[in-house]
């Protein structure tokens, strides 16, 4: 779905921003740069993925289905 993997700016990998509160692995996963948090403020288009070097920020276009299975997948994971 042309999504890209790499950061465009400094060619770092992505990680999903991840939006809501965290539970106890969500912060663990952001401290180990695995995940961005997004915070529980939704808007309604978010970034769903980031740069944890730069900064830059992935806006999905509207209605972007792959995007939202990813994020659903990677929330309702229990590992
Ligand atoms: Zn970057």
Redesign the pocket.
Known sequence: MGTPRK?P????KLVPIVFGMPNEQGVQEAQEGKIILGGCCMMPINPTRG?T????EYMPPPEDEFEEQYLRELLSRDE
């Open positions: 950061c700016e400094c060619n770092s740069c070097q730069c900064g830059w």
